[in-house]
């Protein structure tokens, strides 16, 4: 066994369940011979599903926790009365060294709570911060905090950026990841008290390649890495990102339909339009990395199918393979700013 690729994937969570965790992972297993996969869920409902599967059992093995964690659960209740859950189960075999990382479509407020307990933060982190890449004229853009905190203040701000930036460094490819600031304009008098404090703590950190604040369309820009804001900004940022990319393609899918002349354009644009969708496809981007744990969490999107999961698993295995946390760590020891 290679513990160092050993994931736990919380199967009963999300919208799909077993639905999309089950393929998502013998599809991960049959592409990835290092992998080793720990599926934490009812067994019996487990093996069911797995029973018209083909996949190598030796790399293959279910942890059995009979309580699953709803999508609408209160993260607070769900501390005291779900620990046989799924979730709760998954991170505790990753705070006991059975695994290596845990991928989970679940609760994400849920998830969030549970990491923050079961594994506890990293030494000075304030609070956990979601990231995810989206689609950009440079590949993608990294973007934090995605939605596990609302409100943030500016030194929260400052580490959610070097934490950002190390993501960056290990499955981005950039050795000195462009870390913008997002506001709602580039002026320095601009934005809220939080974030100007946060832009001076960014400028006088020379551990990071800070280049200013940017705007709301600078994400698809080729011109930063790493965008940083609060949670409540950067869940709606993404969440405006997934719909104006569906928006998209069904109006030129209906457009095409509306004549015969737009049918034949159609045709004719079909491999480009196809291509296109795959750029932008969700799918290929779910994933998002919860950072400043004791331990590699990445979580999937509740919504997502198989596609979707499958990537939240290869997100998640980069992660270890490339040694993730060691490099928050690092980033977070030569940082010039030491927080109160």
Do not use: W
């Not at 011979?33 to 996949?55: F, N, R």
């Not at 104006?244 to 209906?254: D, G, M, P, V, W």
């Amino acid at each position: 066994c290679v513990a160092s690729l050993r994931l736990a994937v919380d199967a009963m969570s999300g919208d799909h369940g077993l639905r999309s965790s089950i393929p998502a992972t013998v599809y991960a297993l049959n592409h990835n011979s290092a992998l080793h996969i720990l599926l934490v869920g009812d067994e019996p409902s487990i093996l069911l599903a797995l029973a018209s599967e083909k996949y190598d059992p030796q790399r293959l093995a279910i942890h059995h926790a009979p309580d699953i964690v709803a999508m609408d659960d209160q993260p607070s209740r769900t501390l005291r009365s779900k620990k046989k859950s799924s979730m709760y189960q998954a991170l505790e075999l990753l705070r006991d060294g059975a695994v290596s990382a845990v991928v989970s479509a679940g609760n994400t407020g849920a998830l969030v709570a549970m990491s923050c307990v079961v594994l506890e933060r990293l030494p000075g982190i304030k609070r956990p911060a979601i990231c995810a890449p989206v689609p950009a004229q440079n590949g993608h853009t990294y973007v934090l905090d995605l939605g596990a905190n609302v409100e943030c203040n500016a030194e929260q701000l400052h580490q959610f950026a070097q934490m950002g930036s190390a993501l960056c460094r290990v499955l981005g490819g950039s050795e000195m990841p462009r870390i913008g600031l997002l506001n709602v304009g580039s002026e320095l008098t601009k934005g809220t008290t939080e974030v100007r404090d946060a832009a001076e703590l960014l400028a006088s950190d020379t551990g990071l390649n800070y280049i200013g604040f940017v705007e709301g369309g600078d994400i698809f820009s080729a011109d930063v890495d790493v965008v940083v804001c609060d949670g409540f900004a950067g869940n709606v940022a993404l969440k405006v990102c997934e719909g104006t990319a569906s928006f998209i393609a069904n109006e030129l899918r209906a457009r095409f339909k509306k004549t015969f002349y737009g049918m034949l354009v159609g045709l004719l644009a079909r491999p480009l339009i196809n291509a296109f969708q795959r750029d932008i496809n969700p799918d290929r981007y779910n994933g998002a990395a919860l950072l400043g744990l004791n331990g590699v969490v990445v979580k999937s999107h509740g919504s997502s199918g198989t596609a979707g999961f499958q990537s939240a698993i290869r997100q998640a295995a980069r992660a270890v393979d490339h040694d993730l946390q060691a490099q928050i760590e690092k980033q977070l020891e030569i940082t010039s700013y030491k927080p109160h």
